[in-house]
């Protein structure tokens, strides 16, 4: 008894403003306690009425999808050339075949047909003909058999001839009928042979860029060299340093080199050219008939 009227007495000696503090300290803990008591703090889903309908809706959804197994995209015609890694992905090709499409187009080639496409891709003959009828080719692969069907009423019995000119007298026209060769390419050849006043090898043509081995092989079948009486020559035994660097095959120390054997060992004859040193021997077929001894 004396132990509760000591804590009221401490509690009294305590001024106005810190009893109603103390009161208010303990009054919020018992408040505390108590929500903590009797709230349930459980979290609650919160499901909004649009949302509540697609779930109600869900078991059905569900059976459709089941039921809808066979379904099938649309597919609108297209051309295989331009199959890209997705679209191969959707029409169900794997990734090597995608890829070989991929290599070959790379190689500026074109598939023509759904038989050329298997046999760059390698897809399965099931695969291919689901959708090989959309394929849509340019109408001149299409009309490709039609064109045909009129060349083949000709007559081919006798082989028509080719006519073989001097691509020294070639004209840029005559030089362009040369599948391969363009504007840029027939300047480039008869820049060439202005250079030299006239080719003497149809081998110069490899050292022209950005003519292809192929399109070399089909100028020697259509031009040759008759003539060289327009070709620049030069006499390697009078010639000015200056004169021999001028000659489109003679680099200036080249040429500072052919003087000083001549000066040392006297006339140059043809057999000569080897020993000068960096004298380009692989072309000293080609250099001689340049040159004048």
């Given at each position: 008894m004396e132990t509760n009227d000591s804590i009221i007495k401490s509690f009294l000696t305590y001024s106005k403003s810190q009893r109603i503090g103390i009161l208010l300290f303990f009054g919020i803990i018992i408040l505390v306690q108590g929500i903590y008591f009797f709230y349930d703090f459980t979290i609650k889903e919160t499901i909004d009425k649009e949302q509540f309908k697609w779930l109600a809706n869900q078991s059905t959804i569900d059976s459709l999808k089941g039921n809808n197994k066979n379904y099938k995209p649309t597919i609108y015609p297209f051309n295989p050339n331009f199959i890209t890694d997705f679209k191969g992905y959707k029409l169900g090709m794997s990734v090597d075949e995608i890829d070989r499409l991929?290599?070959?187009?790379?190689?500026?080639?074109?598939?023509n047909s759904a038989e050329e496409f298997q046999a760059v891709t390698k897809v399965s003959d099931s695969l291919l003909r689901t959708f090989s009828p959309y394929f849509k080719f340019p109408d001149w692969v299409t009309n490709k058999k039609n064109s045909f069907q009129t060349f083949a009423k000709?007559?081919?019995?006798?082989?028509?001839?080719?006519?073989?000119?001097?691509?020294?007298e070639a004209s840029k026209e005559d030089l362009m009928k040369v599948y391969g060769i363009g504007d840029k390419i027939s300047d480039r050849i008869l820049g060439e042979k202005q250079k030299y006043g006239a080719f003497v090898s149809i081998e110069q043509m490899n050292d022209i860029w950005g003519l292809s081995p192929e399109v070399i092989e089909k100028l020697k079948t259509s031009f040759v060299i008759k003539s060289t009486v327009n070709a620049k020559k030069i006499n390697i035994n009078n010639a000015s340093v200056k004169e021999l660097s001028q000659f489109p095959f003679f680099r200036y120390q080249l040429a500072k080199d052919i003087v000083i054997y001549r000066t040392m060992k006297g006339e140059i004859k043809i057999e000569d050219l080897t020993k000068i040193k960096g004298f380009p021997v692989e072309k000293i077929k080609i250099i001689a008939l340049y040159l004048e001894f």
């Open positions: 991929l290599a070959f187009r790379n190689q500026n080639k074109f598939v000709k007559d081919f019995s006798k082989p028509e001839k080719v006519i073989v000119m001097d691509i020294n």
